[in-house]
């Protein structure tokens, strides 16, 4: 069975800070996508990155970083220098079907002025 | 702006109302998704349309009706809905490639529909 772990409900972090967003998956398959969507208050998933099972390089665009861990079958998300504008509902994702994606419950992330 | 649209944004119905949900996407994607997005509930994908056929139908009930009458566009008909349903339906699409190691199935998603039963 597969299965997105994301324990942290909710996160509130003052501007500036870093934070990190945790993602435990469970899959039994060999070959699948782990990704992160972000959602702000107006609804809409965002798709910010898709990792591949086979290449644990970690990456960085801008502020964001994902790091991927597949011993402890991990792919956690820090937001460096945090601002307001990152305030939303991050979710991971994990898919080993090209139709089918397994989301997490959602980490619901306060940025305070 | 992810190149997917959804009509209406907002929609209020009562119980023994039938409206629909329109679902439009302009990125040349095969597959089309609805999903139920209910308040402290994770994210619950309700039907899958793969080059229009579905492929997928999570235990959805019968009031809720899928329509994919082409890879671009996807409508959900809604008919005797209760106040339970309601939640923000999102649309998303993906380009499905072959299967294999690197498939790509990014899903793109549309701004949702805000839906109230009364």
């Known amino acids: 069975a597969q299965k997105v772990t994301q324990a942290q409900t909710e996160i509130s972090v003052v501007e500036k800070e870093d934070v990190t967003l945790d993602c435990v998956y469970e899959?039994?398959?060999?070959?699948?996508?782990l990704f992160w969507y972000k959602q702000p208050p107006s609804g809409e998933l965002v798709f910010l990155i898709r990792?591949?099972?086979?290449?644990?390089q970690n990456e960085i665009s801008g502020r964001y970083s994902w790091n991927f861990q597949k011993s402890t079958s991990s792919f956690n998300f820090t937001i460096t220098a945090s601002q307001v504008v990152d305030s939303a509902v991050y979710f991971c994702?994990?898919?080993?079907?090209?139709?089918?994606?397994?989301f997490g419950k959602g980490t619901r992330l306060h940025i305070l002025p | 702006e992810t190149g997917v649209t959804q009509t209406p944004r907002h929609l209020v119905m009562g119980m023994t109302n039938k409206k629909s949900l329109k679902c439009e996407q302009h990125?040349?994607?095969?597959?089309m998704y609805w999903y139920k997005q209910s308040a402290k509930k994770p994210l619950e994908l309700m039907f899958v349309?793969?080059?229009?056929?579905?492929?997928e139908n999570n235990s959805v009930p019968s009031r809720f009706s899928p329509e994919c009458p082409n890879s671009s566009h996807l409508f959900l008909h809604l008919h005797t809905l209760q106040p339970e349903d309601s939640a923000l339906y999102l649309c998303?699409?993906?380009?499905?490639?072959?299967?294999?190691?690197?498939?790509?199935?990014?899903?793109?998603f549309g701004p949702g529909t805000r839906l109230t039963v009364l």
């Open positions: 349309y793969n080059f229009k056929e579905q492929t």
């Open positions: 998303a699409s993906s380009r499905l490639h072959g299967g294999g190691v690197r498939s790509y199935n990014e899903q793109f």
């Open positions: 990792r591949n099972s086979f290449d644990e």
């Open positions: 990125l040349g994607h095969n597959a």
């Open positions: 994702a994990l898919s080993n079907r090209d139709d089918k994606i397994i």
């Open positions: 899959t039994r398959d060999t070959t699948y996508y």
